[in-house]
């Protein structure tokens, strides 16, 4: 079976294992499929590659909860009673 690479460079297990700081410096800040038996075990990702990921799932969990909530009444609340 073939399986999809989900990026654009990849490396085995076990030449990862040897120097990964290479491995990292080698991809540039692109995704890196670490690979075991030619098959993608892992993904390693740069670390700001990753905090935008986390972001933009963060925001769209806002935005569904914002649609969710779009057919509600509003309620009028003063600041004093809360």
Known sequence: MVEPLL???SISI???KKNPSAAIAAAEGFPVAILNHNKPSAYLIPA???AEMVERLEDADLAALVR???DE???SVRLDDL
Do not use: E, L, Y
């Open 73 to 75: 009444v509003p309620v």
């Open 7 to 9: 990026a654009g460079a």
């Open 14 to 16: 076990s030449d990862f």
């Open 48 to 50: 700001a590659a990753w």
């Open 68 to 70: 969710a909530r779009a």
